[in-house]
Nanobody, 115 residues
Framework: VQLVESGGGLVQPGGSLTLSCAAS????????MNWYRQAPGKERELVAG????????NYADSVKGRFTISRDNVKRTVYLQMNSLKPEDTAEYYC?????????WGQGTQVTVSS
């Protein structure tokens, strides 16, 4: 199983970024996918999740209305569109899935929101 995130960077408050997570080594369309984030000195937190067929999504209260999770099962990729970014969104963002109760994580991509 391999999860590879991309798309992070430095953005000004109010700006937008789209993160991507390319998956391989498992049947992507069968599994729920999540985005987590971890800010310095804080615990890793769930940002958003999406069901295998993309019918169901869930979001942390702190990002509802600003972030959108989506997936392309043909491209084996999950996305996180982030709008109206705030300095408090600054964190390392991780792609995650769980297969037979075994968690898998990507290496992370850094998002920094600063003027």
């Amino acid at each position: 199983v391999q999860l590879v995130e991309s798309g992070g960077g430095l953005v000004q408050p109010g700006g937008s970024l789209t993160l991507s997570c390319a998956a391989s080594g498992f049947t992507f369309s069968f599994y729920h996918m999540n985005w987590y984030r971890q800010a310095p000195g804080k615990e890793r937190e769930l940002v958003a999740g999406i069901s295998p067929g993309a019918r169901t999504t869930n979001y942390a209260d702190s990002v509802k209305g600003r972030f959108t999770i989506s997936r392309d099962n043909v491209k084996r990729t999950v996305y996180l569109q982030m709008n109206s970014l705030k300095p408090e969104d600054t964190a390392e963002y991780y792609c995650h899935t769980a297969i037979q109760s075994q968690p898998y994580w990507g290496q992370g991509t850094q998002v920094t929101v600063s003027s």
